[in-house]
């Protein structure tokens, strides 16, 4: 119970910060890049996922690195996310 207490305000602190909340159900992210001309998709495990947000029309959450690369979105190299 202590540690989904903790994993709560965690989310909360992130939300905060305008951090995208997790979405069990959005394991994978795709992200359009500023200039429009990149789609890469982030997966639980790159280092800049909890960064990424889906906001603009077009990104979206896929279910499998698979279904993202279908789609035409390509994998996100380990430093691609810019910083804010």
Same mark, same amino acid.
């Given at each position: 119970?202590?540690?989904?207490?903790?994993?709560?305000?965690?989310? @909360?602190?992130? $939300?905060?910060? +305008?951090? $995208?909340? &997790?979405?069990?159900?959005?394991? &994978?992210? +795709?992200?359009?890049? %500023?200039?429009?001309? !990149?789609?890469?998709?982030?997966?639980?495990?790159? #280092?800049? %996922? #909890?960064? &990424?947000?889906?906001? !603009?029309? +077009?990104? =979206?959450?896929? !279910?499998?690195?698979?279904? $993202?690369?279908? @789609? +035409?979105? =390509?994998? @996100? #190299?380990?430093?691609? %996310?810019?910083? =804010?």
């Amino acid at each position: 119970m202590k540690n989904i207490f903790k994993f709560t305000s965690i989310l @909360a602190l992130c $939300a905060s910060f +305008g951090f $995208a909340q &997790v979405d069990k159900n959005c394991i &994978v992210k +795709g992200n359009i890049s %500023y200039n429009g001309n !990149k789609k890469l998709y982030f997966t639980s495990t790159h #280092p800049d %996922y #909890p960064h &990424v947000r889906i906001n !603009k029309a +077009g990104e =979206r959450c896929f !279910k499998t690195e698979q279904e $993202a690369e279908r @789609a +035409g979105w =390509r994998k @996100a #190299p380990k430093s691609s %996310y810019h910083k =804010r």
